[in-house]
C-alpha cells in the first residue's frame, strides 16, 4: 500500500512539473553557440528621460500586460500576440519608449509561439542573466527604457545562430 501511495505521488508531481519543464524546454537554450550578444554599454542611456520615469508613470503609460511583461519582467502567454503571425516589411519598436528593436528581415518562426529574431538593430538592446526557472538565461532589456522584452539563446538560425525570443506586448511593430 505504501508503495501504491508513492506511485501516485510520483505521477501527481510528474503532472504537475510537466507544464514547467515544457516551457523549460521551449525556453532552453539549445546548442548554445558562444556567440557574442548584440549589447552595448549600460550607461549609454543613463541620462535618457525614460529612466527617470516613476512605477506610476508606467502603469498611466502601459496597459496591464505592457507594464507586467516591461516593468516586472513578467511573460505573455505563448501564441497570444498578433506579432507573431506578422509578415510584413517594417520595424519592431519597444513599446515603452519607441526606441527601434528590430528589423522586420531578421525575424523568423522560431515556433515558440513568440516573436523571434536572429539579430537586433545595434545599441538597442542591453543583456543581463536571468536565474529564474533553475537555470541561467540570456535576458535582454531595451538600451534606452530598461524596458524587459525576452531572452536571448544560442539555438537561432545563421548568420547569428541566435533566437531573441520576444514578448510581443513588449514590442509596436510600423510598417515602412
Not at 532552453?28 to 529612466?51: K, L, Q, T, V
Not at 534606452?144 to 533566437?163: A, I, M, N
Request: aromatic share 10%; net charge neutral; proline share 5%.
Amino acid at each position: 500500500m505504501t508503495q501504491m501511495k508513492l506511485t501516485d505521488l510520483s505521477r501527481r508531481r510528474l503532472l504537475t512539473l510537466a507544464p514547467v519543464a515544457l516551457l523549460a524546454a521551449a525556453c532552453s537554450p539549445g546548442n548554445s553557440r558562444n556567440a557574442a550578444y548584440a549589447d552595448i554599454s549600460e550607461d549609454a542611456f543613463a541620462d535618457s528621460e525614460w529612466r527617470q520615469l516613476t512605477e506610476s508613470d508606467w502603469r498611466e503609460r502601459l496597459s496591464k500586460q505592457a507594464f507586467y511583461v516591461l516593468r516586472e519582467e513578467g511573460t505573455e502567454r505563448a501564441f497570444t500576440s498578433p506579432l507573431n503571425d506578422e509578415k510584413r516589411v517594417g520595424t519592431y519598436h519597444c513599446a515603452g519608449c519607441d526606441l527601434p528593436l528590430f528589423d522586420s528581415a531578421t525575424k523568423y518562426d522560431s515556433g515558440t509561439g513568440w516573436p523571434s529574431f536572429y539579430d537586433v538593430r545595434p545599441g538597442a538592446v542591453n543583456t543581463k542573466p536571468d536565474n529564474k526557472l533553475w537555470m541561467t538565461r540570456t535576458e535582454y532589456h531595451c538600451a534606452r527604457c530598461g524596458g524587459h522584452q525576452g531572452h536571448v539563446f544560442g539555438d537561432g538560425p545563421e548568420p547569428t545562430g541566435l533566437r531573441y525570443c520576444n514578448n510581443g506586448v513588449a514590442l509596436t511593430f510600423r510598417v515602412t
